[in-house]
């Protein structure tokens, strides 16, 4: 289950890192829609606001149904139907739904329905590994390829920095019963682990892998709903790295949260090449972090093409060294 994520770029880099092609091949980024509403994060929960992708079609109706829009929404389904004056008396959790069971309930059935799939959008996200002496966190992000860039270069055509992750969502729109401005909220879709990650938590968010599963699940005007919910299945595209607990309050929101560890057990760490490239960027953030301004956050990216077929039990084994064994096996806090 995501319960946390880190989305650390600013406004007009998260734009590039989800350039994509249109339906005549042209290459395009997306428009911002209230982009002064972001706000970059290291440490973001429910009830956060985080940005989306979403068809452009959802908000003007002769519009290219191919065409995106980068919009930041709350984290935690409103259902439209919801009738009262408060958001917050939602009375369930709807910041995950299972894939499982959403086309049978009612707070996601209608959206999906009607085609309110979006992307959500993030450096990575965070799970915890139950251990005997407490809970370990981890980092968990697409892998980056020898490409990927710390620092950008102004007039850079592509992107190469950070590759976001991309995760399927649902979206609505709910507006108060006695008027006002409308809200849009989201919730991310999960699906059981897969095997590389089942020994940190049985469950992780359903990942789109490359820019055609995402040109797929946002397009319902092309794709319907029964073939978009084939999309939604577990994948290994992903690495992970353990980090400190830092990351545990909601209250910290710094570089800190999400940079590679050593765990106390093992001998000799040794960072994957994912994670070296994470440290150069963390480490540019913390020198300029006393007039760090929103586009020198840490740099991310996001070509929406697949990287690299690593599986995260190798990238874990190159992170703990020869000697070192998965800590599913071995690892004690």
Avoid at 220 to 226: K, L, N, R, Y
């Amino acid at each position: 289950m995501c319960g946390r994520t880190a989305c650390s770029l600013g406004a007009d880099n998260l734009r590039r890192a989800c350039a994509y092609r249109d339906r005549r091949g042209r290459r395009r980024e997306p428009e911002w829609i209230r982009a002064e509403r972001y706000q970059p994060s290291y440490n973001k929960g429910p009830q956060s606001s985080g940005p989306v992708l979403l068809s452009r079609r959802h908000l003007q109706q002769d519009a290219d149904s191919s065409e995106r829009v980068l919009m930041d929404m709350r984290w935690g389904l409103v259902p439209s139907w919801f009738k009262k004056d408060d958001p917050s008396k939602m009375p369930f959790n709807t910041s995950n739904c299972r894939s499982d069971t959403m086309l049978n309930k009612a707070s996601y059935k209608g959206a999906l329905l009607k085609g309110k799939r979006c992307v959500v959008l993030a450096d990575g996200f965070y799970e915890w590994q139950q251990q005997s002496g407490g809970k370990q966190p981890y980092f968990i992000h697409f892998p980056q390829t020898k490409d990927t860039v710390a620092q950008e270069k102004e007039g850079d055509e592509e992107w190469r920095g950070w590759r976001l992750l991309t995760m399927a969502g649902i979206f609505d729109c709910w507006e108060p019963p006695a008027g006002g401005e409308a809200l849009y909220t989201y919730t991310i879709i999960t699906v059981d682990a897969s095997k590389d990650l089942s020994f940190i938590h049985h469950r992780m968010p359903a990942i789109l892998d490359g820019d055609e599963a995402i040109r797929k699940w946002l397009d319902f005007a092309e794709v319907p709903t029964q073939e978009a919910v084939k999309l939604i299945q577990p994948i290994e595209n992903i690495v992970f790295h353990p980090v400190s607990t830092f990351v545990n309050s909601i209250r910290n929101n710094a570089p800190e949260c999400l940079a590679p560890i050593e765990l106390a057990a093992k001998k000799e760490a040794k960072a994957a090449p994912s994670s070296q490239v994470m440290l150069g960027w963390l480490k540019n953030s913390q020198e300029g972090s006393s007039q760090r301004k929103e586009n020198d956050l840490p740099k991310g990216t996001s070509q929406f093409s697949p990287s690299p077929k690593k599986t995260s039990a190798g990238i874990l084994q190159q992170w703990l060294g020869k000697e070192g064994e998965p800590p599913v096996k071995k690892h004690k806090a």
